[in-house]
């Protein structure tokens, strides 16, 4: 957690709708990071990062898809790989030691976070991912970069990866050969970068005259994207409330409902991105209202949609409208609506990911041709697959990673 979090003046939210979504990044990061980095520093920092747009689509009266799906991967992580990459190349400076960055992934994170650091000097990343698991799409998307990314293919689970990773960075012979750091969203200059979005759909949606109560679905899986808009509102953005829309994974939803909190293990489903049994930004939303169940359960209203749900949801929504919305932005579709259906509001929802990526899925529910593949993700199935076959016995990992030193 960062010590404090400095809210902005009332006249900034004023001009905010007159500022494209870049400029938002960059007044939002200063808020966070501008006694650490010279603001021209900050500045190129956030424009290298920042190189894609945040556009809203209007999908019906009063409910909006802010599109998060615009950066190099095709998903909203692009914006906290991109960004963590830089700041730490820029803080380590022309300074010869090399940071190695450990990342576990169940498919999205991984291709995010690498193709951020791609080919950032002094940075060496070690992508972890479950063999066999993960969609053929993710893993081109990060077996194929080379240079400074080593995927690691674990013969293991997604828990298999994120324990060898854990048990790395605990390992006291490790830290003293290597400098170890994490690009899960544990780290907070991965998830931070997150806030820029909450600030950008309050913004396009004021730019259009539309002054109603705002209420933001945000499809959730470890939690780190709606962590990252309740600290937007922590620095006074005005959200009336958010979503926190579900799968199957519902423990999130059952503390909403009751005030327990019981975390378990995760189960497969088809937005596969949010299959997380114990999300590790929990703790963070529970800091940020000092505990309190009756605080949170006021900002966060929770919903919960099966599979058959999702799909019906896809399915309807391409109907009715024309707009197709991968399996988790369809989740945050279907929560924002019924909200709406008891609410008078004007409602958000997160597309987090180009539906191209889901194609399997996408192509059984809206037909084949429906979804085109865009050409930057086509670009990735060209490249050729380099692995490190790795067992799940932490000592294998550790002796590899000692020789590399
Ligand atoms: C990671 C991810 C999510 C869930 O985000 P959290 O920050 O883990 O809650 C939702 N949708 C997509 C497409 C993702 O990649």
């Known amino acids: 957690m960062p010590r404090s979090i400095r809210p902005f003046a009332a006249e900034f939210f004023r001009r905010l709708p007159e500022l494209p979504f870049q400029q938002i990044a960059l007044a939002v990061a200063q808020q966070f990071f501008g006694d650490d980095v010279p603001a021209a520093d900050l500045e190129h920092l956030v424009y290298e990062a920042v190189n894609f747009d945040c556009p809203i689509a209007p999908v019906r ?73 993960v969609s053929d799409i993710q893993e081109k998307q990060f077996t194929t970069l080379g240079r400074n990314i080593t995927a690691v293919e674990v013969d293991g689970v997604f828990d298999d990866c994120q324990r060898l990773v854990k048990a790395a960075f605990l390992d006291g012979e490790l830290r003293e050969a290597m400098t170890l750091t994490s690009a899960n969203s544990i780290n907070v200059a991965r998830f931070l970068p997150q806030t820029f979005y909450y600030f950008n759909a309050y913004a396009r949606v004021r730019e259009r005259g539309d002054e109603n109560a705002l209420v933001i679905s945000v499809p959730s899986g470890n939690f780190g994207n709606l962590t990252a808009g309740l600290f937007a509102a922590k620095m006074g953005l005005p959200i009336s409330r958010f979503i ?41 939303i529970l800091e940020l209202y000092d505990h309190s169940y009756k605080a949170v359960s006021a900002i966060i209203h929770g919903a919960r949609y099966s599979d058959a749900q999702i799909r019906e949801t896809v399915r309807q929504l391409y109907e009715q409208t024309g707009y197709i919305a991968d399996p988790h932005g369809a989740t945050a579709y279907a929560a924002i609506t019924d909200y709406l259906n008891a609410h008078k509001a004007t409602g958000v929802f997160l597309e987090t990911a180009h539906p191209a990526k ?12 429906a979804v085109t593949v865009p050409e930057k993700l086509r670009a990735f199935m060209n490249g050729e697959k380099r692995t490190v076959p790795m067992s799940r016995d932490f000592a294998d990992f550790k002796t590899y990673l000692l020789n590399k030193v």
């Open 61 to 133: 009266n009063g409910v909006y898809a802010l599109e998060l799906f615009h950066g190099p991967t095709l998903a909203f992580k692009d914006v906290g790989g991109r960004f963590m990459a830089r700041l730490l190349a820029y803080f380590l400076g022309h300074s010869d030691r090399t940071v190695n960055v450990l990342v576990a992934t169940s498919g999205d994170t991984g291709s995010a976070v690498a193709n951020g650091f791609l080919g950032v000097p002094g940075i060496h990343v070690y992508v972890l991912y479950p063999k066999g698991l």
């Open 244 to 284: 926190a829309a579900n799968n199957a994974n519902d423990v999130v939803y059952k503390y909403l409902q009751t005030g327990i909190y019981e975390p378990c293990s995760s189960i497969a489903t088809i937005a596969n991105a949010m299959d997380v049994g114990a999300p590790s930004n929990f703790a963070r």
């Open 358 to 369: 889901f194609l399997e899925t996408m192509d059984g529910i809206v037909g084949k041709g």
